[in-house]
């Protein structure tokens, strides 16, 4: 089973940066798309972006160019660069991926535990 590690979460000030990381380790075919998700306290899980294998992004409308996702299949691992961070951006960020454990098979969604973004005003 493929897991996914995230680090890089943290307290920042409004307006400040991070970057996120999360690595994917264990036996699998392929990595197909990967994601960046958050949830924060007595909401639902939201989507923030993603990317495929072949690089093409798609982001929430929130994010509003202020994140940008990419990753290196070659170390696969995806990041996402958070920057103008709001008090509103302050959730829990998890990270999504989609394995191809066989030939033929069909992706399995796998989640990293999460890491926590906590921004002050």
């Known amino acids: 089973q493929v897991q996914l590690v995230e680090s890089g979460g943290g307290l920042v000030q409004a307006g400040g940066s991070l970057r996120l990381s999360c690595a994917a380790s264990?036996?699998?075919?392929?990595?197909?798309?990967m994601g960046w998700y958050r949830q924060a306290p007595g909401k639902q899980r939201e989507r923030v972006a993603t990317i495929t294998s072949g690089g093409s992004t798609n982001y929430a409308d929130f994010v509003e160019g202020r994140f940008t996702i990419s990753r290196d299949n070659a170390k696969n691992t995806v990041y996402l660069q958070m920057n103008s961070l709001k008090p509103e951006d302050t959730a829990v960020y998890y990270c999504n991926a989609n394995i191809v454990y066989r030939l033929y098979a069909s992706p399995t969604v796998s989640w990293g535990q999460g890491t926590q973004v906590t921004v002050s005003s």
């Open positions: 264990g036996s699998r075919l392929s990595i197909n798309a």
